[in-house]
C-alpha cells in the first residue's frame, strides 16, 4: 500500500519566515509533484521533479522552491512567506505504469 | 499548455439518481484522464481513470466517457448513495512523466 505522508497537517507562519515543507513516499516512485489547493481553484501544480535534482517548474512557481536530495523525499520551500501563500497543500507521487497519483494529507499553511 | 474546464461547480442530487460531471480540455496531445475524488478533510483518491484509446470504461456504478474529437470526457455516477458527496476533481496528462492539468472541482451533495 502506497503511503505518502507530509511533515505537518497544520502550520502557522508570520509573514517573511522561511517555511520549509516536507514530503516523503515509500514506494520508490521516480515522479512528484507540489499543489496548491484553494476552494474554486482546484489543483494548482507548483512544482514536480521527475528524478533526484531535477525538478521542473509548473503553473504557479513564483516564490517557492524544491529540493529533491533524495528519491523519497520532496521539500517545498517557501523562501518569504506571504499571506497570499495562506492554503492547503497537497503534495503527490506517481505510480509508473499505472499513472496513478497517490496524494499526502496535506499541510494547511496559514501566513499572518 | 493544457486547460482544463469542469462543470457543474456544485451538484446536489436526491438519493438513488444518477449524476453527471463534465470536463474539457484543450490540448489534443493529452492521452490519460483520471478522476479523484476528495471527501471532506481528506487527500483526493484516484476513483477511475480512461486512456485515449478507449471511448468508455465502468466500475460497478461509476463509468468515464471520453469523446476525443469534442475533447470531453464526463463521469457518470448511477445510484447515488450519501457517501458519493465528496468534491471531484477530473484531469488530463500527456502521459507519463508529464505533470496533470485539474479542473476546478465539482462539490456534489447527495440529499437523503
Known amino acids: 500500500d502506497v503511503k505518502v505522508t507530509q511533515s505537518s497537517r497544520y502550520l502557522v507562519k508570520r509573514t517573511g519566515e522561511k517555511v520549509f515543507l516536507e514530503c516523503v513516499q515509500d514506494?520508490?516512485?521516480?515522479?512528484m509533484f507540489w499543489y496548491r489547493q484553494d476552494p474554486g481553484l482546484g489543483l494548482r501544480l507548483i512544482y514536480f521533479?521527475?528524478?533526484?535534482?531535477?525538478?521542473e517548474k509548473g503553473d504557479i512557481p513564483e516564490g517557492y522552491s524544491v529540493s529533491r536530495e533524495k528519491k523519497e523525499r520532496f521539500s517545498l520551500i517557501l523562501e518569504s512567506a506571504s499571506t497570499n501563500q495562506t492554503s492547503m497543500y497537497l503534495c503527490?507521487?506517481?505510480?509508473?505504469?499505472?499513472?496513478?497519483?497517490?496524494f499526502g494529507p496535506g499541510t494547511r499553511l496559514t501566513v499572518l | 499548455g493544457e486547460n482544463v474546464e469542469q462543470h457543474p461547480s456544485t451538484l446536489s442530487v436526491q438519493e438513488g439518481d444518477s449524476a453527471v460531471i463534465k470536463c474539457t480540455y484543450s490540448d489534443s496531445a493529452s492521452n490519460y484522464f483520471p478522476w479523484y475524488k476528495q471527501e471532506l478533510g481528506k487527500r483526493p483518491q484516484l476513483i477511475i481513470d480512461i486512456r485515449s484509446n478507449v471511448g468508455e470504461k465502468k466500475d460497478q456504478r461509476i463509468a468515464v466517457t471520453l469523446n476525443k474529437t469534442a475533447k470531453h470526457f464526463s463521469l457518470h455516477i448511477t445510484e447515488t448513495q450519501p457517501e458519493d458527496s465528496a468534491v471531484y476533481f477530473c484531469?488530463?496528462?500527456?502521459?507519463?512523466?508529464?505533470?496533470?492539468?485539474f479542473g476546478t472541482g465539482t462539490s456534489l451533495t447527495v440529499i437523503p
Open positions: 521533479s521527475y528524478d533526484v535534482k531535477m525538478k
Open positions: 484531469a488530463a496528462s500527456i502521459g507519463t512523466g508529464n505533470q496533470f492539468y
Open positions: 503527490a507521487s506517481l505510480d509508473f505504469p499505472t499513472d496513478t497519483q497517490y
Open positions: 514506494m520508490d516512485h521516480e515522479n
